[in-house]
């Protein structure tokens, strides 16, 4: 059974700082993609960044410059270090692998989601 286990969020003001992070566990071979997506009340979940085993990054305009998303791959780790919160980033963010080899089957999974919340 392979679980995702997030950590990090909180409640901090407009310009501050958080780090989240992210754990998968389980008998897990390797993970193709791990990434980082979010959900605000009233919208639908929406992409922040992702990161591959090789490292290659993406993220979505209102990440660039302001977020970096990094892994370990060795202990199966994704982090989400954010800069320069805005209100607008407040949300539930959600850790997501993908392409996830374990010794039962690939598939994709869910973190529970950590919530941020920016005040102005």
């Known amino acids: 059974q392979v679980q995702l286990v997030e950590s990090g969020g909180g409640l901090v003001q407009a310009g501050e700082s958080l780090r989240l992070s992210c754990a998968a566990s389980?008998?897990?071979?390797?993970?193709?993609?791990m990434g980082w997506y979010r959900q605000a009340p009233g919208k639908q979940r929406e992409l922040v960044a992702v990161?591959?085993?090789?490292?290659?990054?993406n993220y979505a305009d209102s990440a660039k410059g302001r977020f970096t998303i990094s892994r370990d791959n060795a202990k199966n780790t994704v982090y989400l270090q954010m800069n320069s919160l805005k209100p607008e980033d407040t949300a539930v963010y959600y850790c997501?692998?993908?392409?996830?080899?374990?010794?039962?089957?690939?598939?994709?999974?869910w973190g529970q989601g950590t919530q941020v919340t920016v005040s102005s």
């Open positions: 389980g008998s897990i071979f390797s993970i193709n993609v």
């Open positions: 990161i591959s085993s090789g490292g290659s990054t």
């Open positions: 997501n692998a993908a392409g996830v080899w374990s010794s039962a089957s690939v598939r994709d999974y």
